[in-house]
């Protein structure tokens, strides 16, 4: 089945720095969907991405979807308190309606 | 106010009750989905339905059941028979639109289910 690995488990950073997170899939996705959830509370979606190569800005977050269509980053820029959460990278097949593939997450802490 | 919601937020059983989690959309998406979230972990599919009156299992549908009687609800109920139900149950729904290309998934804010 289609897996996806994302990385890093979690990260440290202190407030004001840059953060980089990314997937990367057995299969070829034709969309990646970028989530972060905050604790107790439902995913929020971030970014969406269609397109091999494409890059998307939402404020501070940038998220690009790869060339090779098995894998996608994320970026934060000039980190601050509340993107403290749960970020979660999701890959669909073309046509699927089935499900979402999603990462396991990665814990972002930002120290003050 | 578009949107997903899922109720009771908290929810307290016994052991060898059966309950149902609610999930409402007014979004006008024909897909929703149940997932599960145990601590520390991703999501893990239980069931999803395409559309009304259609729903087919996911990876962990064991001891859970569903119905889609309406467009808008897609309630879930865990049964006595699931083995392990303490869990976060996170609702969504699918927004497609194929001229659009637009093809992103929605979530409600969950409910955790504790069984005493």
């Known amino acids: 089945g289609q897996q996806l690995n994302q990385s890093p488990q979690s990260m440290f950073i202190q407030e004001g720095e840059d953060v980089s997170m990314n997937c990367t899939s057995s299969s070829i996705f034709n969309t990646w969907l970028w989530y972060k959830q905050d604790p107790g509370e439902g995913p929020v979606l971030l970014i969406a991405?269609?397109?091999?190569?494409e890059l998307t800005s939402n404020g501070r977050l940038t998220a690009q979807f790869g060339i090779t269509r098995k894998d996608s980053f994320l970026n934060i820029s000039a980190s601050i308190p509340s993107d403290v959460g749960i970020y979660f990278c999701a890959g669909r097949t073309s046509g699927s309606a089935r499900q979402l593939t999603f990462g396991s997450g990665t814990q972002l802490t930002v120290l003050p | 106010d578009g949107g997903i919601t899922q109720s009771p937020k908290y929810l307290f059983r016994k052991e060898g009750q059966n309950v149902t989690l609610s999930c409402e959309q007014n979004l006008n998406h024909d897909a929703m989905y149940w997932y599960r979230q145990d601590p520390g972990q991703g999501l893990r599919l239980i069931y999803y339905?395409?559309?009304?009156?259609?729903?087919q299992k996911g990876d962990i549908a064991e001891g859970y059941s569903v119905s889609r009687e309406k467009k808008e609800s897609f309630p879930l109920t865990v049964t006595s028979a699931q083995k392990n139900p303490t869990a976060f149950y996170l609702c969504?729904?699918?927004?497609?639109?194929?001229?659009?290309?637009?093809?992103?998934?929605?979530f409600g804010p969950g409910t955790r289910l504790t069984v005493l």
């Open positions: 339905s395409q559309i009304v009156n259609d729903f």
């Open positions: 991405l269609y397109k091999a190569g």
């Open positions: 969504a729904s699918r927004d497609y639109r194929d001229r659009g290309g637009t093809d992103t998934q929605y």
